[in-house]
């Protein structure tokens, strides 16, 4: 994943342990951004942002995280083979002029994962492209089950 500028105004720490890595990307809706705890195990997370500006409209994180924390709630973060189905939030805190949203990195997007079995199991068949789109619908299914539309 190639890491995109950060503007110099984002917080290069994060709660005291945590070290601004990278930006992940950009939205309507605010920025993610990666930190790295600077102690061991030096754990990676994401941090989605939005500016607490007087001058910024219709902000929407504070309402994402009760919402992420009631998926957390409600659905199973992990299927019944074990593998995690939906991205844990953390909560949220305060950085500088910023709203944040903490929750757990994932290493790679859909695509980037995808290419990175499909290269290590040299795939041959298409049995674990069906596997994990079928994890992904069962997920949508938990999500709407629970009454949240995605």
Not at 58 to 72: A, F, S
Not at 105 to 124: G, R
Request: proline share 6%; charged share 25%; with cysteine.
């Amino acid at each position: 994943m190639e890491a995109l500028p950060i503007d110099a105004d984002i917080p290069r720490k994060l709660d005291s342990h945590f070290d601004l890595k990278a930006e992940l990307g950009k939205g309507a809706c605010g920025a993610v951004y990666l930190y790295q705890k600077n102690a061991p195990p030096h754990q990676k997370i994401a941090v989605k942002m939005e500016s607490m500006s007087p001058n910024v409209r219709n902000k929407v994180l504070g309402k994402e995280i009760y919402q992420m924390k009631q998926l957390n709630e409600k659905c199973p973060i992990r299927g019944p083979n074990g593998m995690k189905r939906f991205p844990e939030c953390y909560g949220d805190t305060f950085g500088g002029d910023y709203h944040c949203m903490k929750f757990e990195y994932l290493e790679y997007s859909v695509p980037e994962y995808l290419q990175k079995i499909a290269v290590q199991d040299k795939m041959t068949n298409q049995r674990n492209y069906i596997d994990i789109f079928t994890q992904m619908l069962e997920s949508l299914q938990d999500m709407h089950e629970a009454l949240y539309v995605h």
